[in-house]
């Protein structure tokens, strides 16, 4: 039995799936299975993923949508192995990833291991540096001081005993993570070990599900405190506004900037190279 369980949900993401797969296949860690689950897609995904033929290969080609929660959730029951990494269909991991994290993970007492990453774009071309920040407290997750969720390695039985909730659209990490920053140890890697892929979902489209979700966090941890509620969804509300506003402009490019440090011309080829060493076309 495999010591890592690697778990990623699909949904319409025929043009990134093979390069996150050939990514994890890259792994300088060899001993791991990888789990899909096809979340009803209805593009050529499954085909694509059918294509790589390994036997660390889990494939599960469901026809009906259940939405990214509940995939999760399959995902983390159906994992028999002692650590559970997350990953999104459309990110590329380091080839180390697997092998630092899981040095960390039996090395240290932290329970819960996360990483800086790369930012790229839907060309898999570089853009920037995307810093991971350690969270410590409540108080951390409600600043969005918080892992970057598809760089999560996590002990298995921690997840299956506190599951993804239902409800918390877009935000189901932060309210993982708010439930148990103060019972489990967090530990940052304090390099890049994924490419990130910033804008293959436009902005405004994730927050406008962000809204709801953001509703009820505010109702289930602060159902008696009117004012933080209304300040939540005000500024949720505000950023829908600001946006929306900038893609009809089409100045996306914005808000993309904001999300990552840039790199000098050498760090930026450097990570490129490797880039293109796991997320080759053919």
């Known amino acids: 039995m495999s010591l890592i369980s690697i778990g990623i949900s699909v949904y319409n993401t025929e043009k990134y799936i093979k390069y996150a797969i050939q990514s994890v296949l890259a792994q300088t860690h060899t001993d791991f299975e990888l789990i ?3 979340d009803g897609s209805t593009d050529n995904t499954a085909k694509e993923i059918k294509k790589f033929q390994d036997k660390r290969i889990v494939f599960i080609d469901d ?10 959730n399959q995902l983390v029951k159906l ?15 380091f080839p180390t990833r697997l092998e630092k994290q ?19 774009n839907n060309q898999n071309e570089v853009l920037g540096y995307k810093k991971s920040v350690s969270v410590r407290n409540k108080k951390d997750v409600l600043k969005g001081c918080i892992p970057i969720h598809p760089s999560v390695a996590i002990k298995r039985d921690i997840l299956f005993n506190n599951l993804y909730q239902q409800g918390f659209f877009q935000m ?19 390099e ?13 489209v994730k927050h406008k599900k962000m809204r709801k979700g953001l509703a009820n966090f505010g109702q289930k941890y602060f159902s ?3 004012i933080f509620r209304s300040k939540i969804i005000v500024a949720s509300c505000f950023k829908y506004y600001i946006y929306t506003v900038l893609e009809f402009f ?17 760090d930026c080829k450097k990570y490129q190279e490797i880039l293109n060493k796991v997320s080759f076309n053919g």
């Open 192 to 204: 890049p070990l994924l490419y990130y892929r910033e804008d293959s979902t436009k902005t405004s």
């Open 250 to 266: 089409n100045k996306e490019s914005i808000l993309l900037e904001k999300r990552y440090i840039k790199l000098s011309s050498s």
């Open 63 to 72: 026809k009906e949508n259940k939405g990214l929660i509940f995939r999760l």
């Open 36 to 38: 899909i689950i096809n």
């Open 172 to 190: 189901e990490d932060m309210e993982l993570w708010y439930r148990l920053v103060e019972n489990y140890e967090f530990v940052n890697i304090n």
């Open 79 to 93: 994992s028999k192995s002692e650590f559970f990494i997350r990953m999104d269909a459309d990110d590329i991991m």
């Open 224 to 226: 008696n405190d009117f």
């Open 102 to 120: 899981w040095e960390v993970l039996i090395n240290t007492n932290a329970d819960i291991i996360h990483s800086d990453a790369i930012s790229i």
